[in-house]
């Protein structure tokens, strides 16, 4: 079957660009020492988290007790959950998760190391477990060196817990590259700070995991880090372009789209739209556009229906006829694997397999 | 089970709004001599599609192939594909349908009707066709009344097709009443221009298909207009509040979700970011906020993560705990159940049934 054969809209994936992402990465983590734990949240797919310990990894990360059991499920043992995991239900699963492999949280709060310890407890399992810093993005983690030792020593004397280390999301340095090296002084200090306090106190910490695809590969230049959680760098998109992350070669995933209407003037429709690219903006630049047209950067993505895209054509110099294939490359690839149920490996022209995306959709 | 036995995120549809939502659309409806064809891409649950049946509607609406064969699958034999059907594996699949079902598409293209008249050809269906204006939106359309009867005559030529009438998407008429008004009247122009040389060239026009959620009450406003289309009216949402469509108490569907941190300061997280409620902006006001928290308005959800709510609650005098339920009415009801595999149906505090969406995925 080749991609010309695909029904549209489908999400295809170029093997070779993807192997490549997947070993340069693999390769800068090997010459600076750090742990690679990829986070599978950006493709959702077993098989593809087994490439990334095949080059290397050291285990995943996931968002999500659901993703955690579908990577289980699929034999894979040393899972990282970056997410605080609250309720009882949640902490039983997670405690069964345990029992059955090597399972690390995130949390910053007292609330859910209690009910995680209180869980684990019941299921004899132990539940290693990274204190979250908030280092500038203001989203989750706590909020200085004193809050970090509260809550190390009160995860180290609690059951059925394990305190391992520090784990922080510099979300706020998804930005340009100079920008990036002047926030990353504020993130550095806080790290050497709670480090030092925590060495002090006799807290022995093994873990400082850091990074994010825009950070990955500074992840060296990050104090005390010594393991990264990158999800994007495995595909790409218009978004790590937009930062100077990653050119057009870099970017493995694409939709291929077909031209479903060329009535209205200067427009160009086709059948991919909010339910199939999601209806994330771009976080860079003028913030304009849902997407880039592979063959066409003067056609501008300009708006998204639910199953339209609605291209302006109007700054082209070319023609666009009803029924013809078009390939678009996401703002962002998490959200965009995340609205299908499969996706397709290509070679070339040729499409060489079919993944079912199994973690979608486990929200909870 | 309760509603506060969910694991969170989970969507919850009271069941008595949604009622009163569909019953007062259908009176409507019954008043003005409307046929009542909801769109179903807002729920995607056949049961619901019955549900609008059995208040009276005459058939329903979907977006795609996959739908129809999920609806026609649970047993609804009339159904509007109100999307250009264009290739000609679509145009089989298509013509296949319509050998079970009565089976209307619109289509604003020359190129979308020869396929469709070739398929329906193969396997002697026959497929009732509207012909798509675009009166404003810039969406898909054909842009005068000498295209509409061009294409009329056209699809009345081919065999396999019937001309049944015309259809338009009046989308830039969600905005407030009186810009809907102003508006109009030059869709109402467009519509009697086209109706009046159809009539001439002796094609008969059996529908006129118009009305989507925020133009619904006023189908009978529109010139011509015998069908409408709503779609969010069986849940509403943000948006429709937003143009005085809806109040909060007409608002049947909400995400419930739990508070997973409050570490940092001024912000509440929540368990839903945009795999949950989609990151469909707010598309009335200042286009601020991914949704509305039900029980404290002066809590701002700013911005969303893919699995991280962030709640600014700067403003609010109330206080956030790590683990209580909130519940989101979303900005766009249809991109977020799109998000989710089940919702849930309830009374009160009690969860009565569960949906499984099973025409979500169906992109092609």
Same mark, same amino acid.
């Given at each position: 079957?080749?991609?010309?054969?695909?029904?549209?809209?489908?999400?295809?994936?170029?093997?070779?660009?993807?192997?490549?992402?997947?070993?340069?990465?693999?390769?800068?983590?090997?010459?600076?020492?750090?742990?690679?734990?990829?986070?599978?949240?950006?493709?959702?797919?077993?098989?593809?988290?087994?490439?990334?310990?095949?080059?290397?990894?050291?285990?995943?990360?996931?968002?999500?007790?659901?993703?955690?059991?579908?990577?289980?499920?699929?034999?894979?043992?040393?899972?990282?959950?970056?997410?605080?995991? =609250?309720?009882?239900?949640?902490?039983?699963?997670?405690?069964?998760?345990?029992?059955?492999?090597?399972?690390?949280?995130?949390?910053?709060?007292?609330?859910?190391?209690?009910?995680?310890?209180?869980?684990?407890?019941?299921?004899?399992?132990?539940?290693?477990?990274?204190?979250?810093?908030?280092?500038?993005?203001?989203?989750?983690?706590?909020?200085?060196?004193?809050?970090?030792?509260?809550?190390?020593?009160?995860?180290?004397?609690?059951?059925?817990?394990?305190?391992?280390?520090?784990?922080?999301?510099?979300?706020?340095?998804?930005?340009?590259?100079?920008?990036?090296?002047?926030?990353?002084?504020?993130?550095?200090?806080?790290?050497?700070?709670?480090?030092?306090?925590?060495?002090?106190?006799?807290?022995?910490?093994?873990? =400082?995991?850091?990074?994010?695809?825009?950070?990955?590969?500074?992840?060296?230049?990050?104090?005390?880090?010594?393991?990264?959680?990158?999800?994007?760098?495995?595909?790409?998109?218009?978004?790590?372009?937009?930062?100077?992350?990653?050119?057009?070669?870099?970017?493995?995933?694409?939709?291929?789209?077909?031209?479903?209407?060329?009535?209205?003037?200067?427009?160009?429709?086709?059948?991919?739209?909010?339910?199939?690219?999601?209806?994330?903006?771009?976080?860079?630049?003028?913030?304009?556009?849902?997407?880039?047209?592979?063959?066409?950067?003067?056609?501008?993505?300009?708006?998204?229906?639910?199953?339209?895209?609605?291209?302006?054509?109007?700054?082209?110099?070319?023609?666009?006829?009803?029924?013809?294939?078009?390939?678009?490359?996401?703002?962002? =690839?998490?959200?965009?694997?995340?609205?299908?149920?499969?996706?397709?490996?290509?070679?070339?022209?040729?499409?060489?397999?079919?993944?079912?995306?199994?973690?979608?959709?486990?929200?909870?």
């Amino acid at each position: 079957m080749f991609v010309a054969d695909l029904e549209t809209p489908s999400v295809v994936v170029d093997l070779d660009v993807m192997e490549r992402n997947l070993s340069r990465m693999a390769d800068y983590c090997r010459s600076n020492n750090l742990r690679l734990r990829p986070h599978t949240k950006s493709h959702k797919v077993p098989a593809l988290a087994k490439r990334q310990l095949a080059h290397g990894a050291h285990g995943i990360t996931v968002a999500k007790i659901g993703e955690a059991e579908v990577m289980l499920d699929a034999g894979i043992t040393d899972i990282l959950i970056a997410y605080p995991i =609250v309720g009882t239900a949640k902490a039983e699963k997670l405690a069964d998760l345990a029992t059955r492999a090597n399972v690390t949280v995130a949390l910053d709060s007292v609330e859910a190391a209690q009910s995680i310890s209180a869980a684990a407890n019941k299921t004899n399992a132990r539940v290693s477990v990274l204190v979250e810093l908030d280092v500038g993005f203001h989203r989750c983690g706590v909020a200085d060196e004193d809050e970090v030792m509260n809550l190390a020593r009160k995860v180290a004397d609690l059951p059925g817990l394990e305190f391992k280390g520090l784990m922080f999301f510099p979300g706020h340095l998804q930005v340009l590259e100079k920008e990036r090296a002047e926030l990353r002084a504020a993130v550095n200090d806080f790290l050497e700070r709670s480090l030092a306090k925590l060495h002090a106190a006799d807290l022995p910490v093994t873990i =400082v995991s850091g990074g994010s695809t825009p950070t990955a590969r500074e992840g060296h230049l990050f104090s005390g880090v010594n393991e990264i959680r990158p999800g994007m760098y495995i595909f790409n998109d218009r978004n790590m372009m937009g930062i100077g992350i990653a050119s057009v070669e870099d970017c493995a995933l694409s939709v291929v789209t077909t031209v479903v209407s060329t009535s209205v003037a200067g427009r160009a429709i086709v059948d991919a739209g909010s339910k199939t690219l999601s209806s994330d903006r771009h976080l860079a630049g003028d913030g304009k556009g849902f997407g880039m047209v592979k063959t066409d950067p003067d056609a501008e993505l300009e708006q998204l229906s639910e199953e339209h895209g609605h291209l302006n054509i109007s700054k082209s110099s070319r023609e666009y006829r009803v029924g013809e294939q078009l390939a678009i490359i996401p703002n962002h =690839v998490c959200s965009t694997v995340n609205m299908h149920n499969q996706i397709y490996g290509v070679r070339g022209e040729r499409v060489e397999t079919v993944w079912e995306v199994t973690g979608r959709g486990k929200v909870q």
